[in-house]
């Protein structure tokens, strides 16, 4: 059995802001057949705090930054969690990361190294009886976890980065790291100063004995320019240690055979049975029932997300008989626009601004398309949902996008590989001339039903993946592949 500590700022159920918690709370169960015990070190916010069962407290920390912490073990929703509950630094409502005027808590800073120390603390045996082999830092928001490992007080545990998404660095004031408890050679060597600053993600990418990011092809964007927002360089001196591993979703919580928010349950040789589905989705965003592909959008509304193109390609999208649901929240300029839209266009255009687990699932069991037109894209759940859904995925050609949807060139759909549309580049007119190339073959009726049945056959689970991570695992800690099993 190889243990796993993994330390992430989300984890579905218990609070999710986007794709990384339904990553972090997938794993444990999927790595779970594969001989690895994955425990997960959380904030305790008050969500999780209160569907913690059988909690017991492992460690009292009375001094612990700027106040009184301890951690707590115990489950929740079918999770082995460590919570760090230090209400001083999470006991806030809302976002685990804004306050309520929607800007990153001044604070958060603290917030995360005391997340990423608490592992550390773990990682060298503080809780007797427990010891994790491996620390499985998630994001910026852990990216000091490998740094601690690595400059503090020496200590056996491996330390292995995700990647989630590049944009999000951790970047703070030289002013706090004298209170982070880092040691000063992390200064001194250069692994935590990015730009005149200081940035967590950096230091960790810096240092970590092994980086992965959620796809291939984002494995490899991230070490150009384009993509690389700034760590490029970095990541091209570290290509030896970082791995493209493509997320998996849990094909048990997205099943289209069995869902509640579903009106009709239906499998690949039943899309027909989505019409109900479509009918209740209508319903809900105000929209006529009429002929036309319905498009949707279940996103964060944001510039990465390519929701200003879409923004500019909506009037297109209906001239061509084409209809829009919109679920998602960001950005209040895009949140703007697409309420215009929606205004302009009664009954063919809806949009609901907020955040539902619920109808985020009625949507891909109901709409005919699901549109991720990202400028740039680490992985992307979505589209693997639509697949998995038969709500045919529309993306451009970037990150996990390019490796998880096949084109329907005339090629692929002389195949039966086609799965989906895909465009490049990120354009306006690109986006409107897919928008097109997708109304036409939704127009072909066997076509597109054979598109739809070849996306809801293919593999989106999370086993492939699940042993890559635990091969990573096996090599990091010397062991033999397999030995794991033992
Ligand atoms: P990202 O993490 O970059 O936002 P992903 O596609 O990896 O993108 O993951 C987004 C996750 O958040 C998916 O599970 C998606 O269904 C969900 N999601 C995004 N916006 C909403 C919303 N408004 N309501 C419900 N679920 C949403
Ligand atoms: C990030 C990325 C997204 C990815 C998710 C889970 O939020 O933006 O592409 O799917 O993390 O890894």
Redesign the pocket.
Known sequence: MIEVLSVASEIYPLI?T???A?VTGALPGALAPLGVSMRTLVPGYPAVISKLEAARVVAEMPDYFDGTARLLAGRASGLDLIVLDAPHLYDRPGSPYLDASGKDWVDNWKRFAALSFAAYELGRGMVEGYRPQILHAHDWQAGLVPAYVAFNAPTRVKTVLTVH?LAFQGVFGWDVFAQLRLDFRAAQEGAIEYFGSISYLKAGLQVADALTTVSPTYAHEIRTGAYGMGLEGLLQSRSDVLHGILNGIDIGAWDPQNDPALAEAYGSSSTDKRAQNRAKLLERFGIENSPGPVFSV???LTWQKGMDMLVECVDALVALGGKLVV???GDPALEAALKGAAARHPGKIGIIV????E??HLVQGGADVMMVPSRFEP????QL?GLRYGCVPLVSRVGGLADTVIDANEAAVDAGVATGVVFAPATTEALTEAIRRTVTLYGREKTWRKMQRRGMKSDVSWEASARKYADLYSDLLGLKRDEQDD
């Not at 992985?379 to 979505?382: D, V």
Request: aromatic share 8%; hydrophobic share 20%.
């Open positions: 999710k986007g794709g990384l339904d998404n279940v996103s964060r679920l998602g929240s907020g955040y539902s687990e109808l985020s992985c992307g759940l979505t949902y």
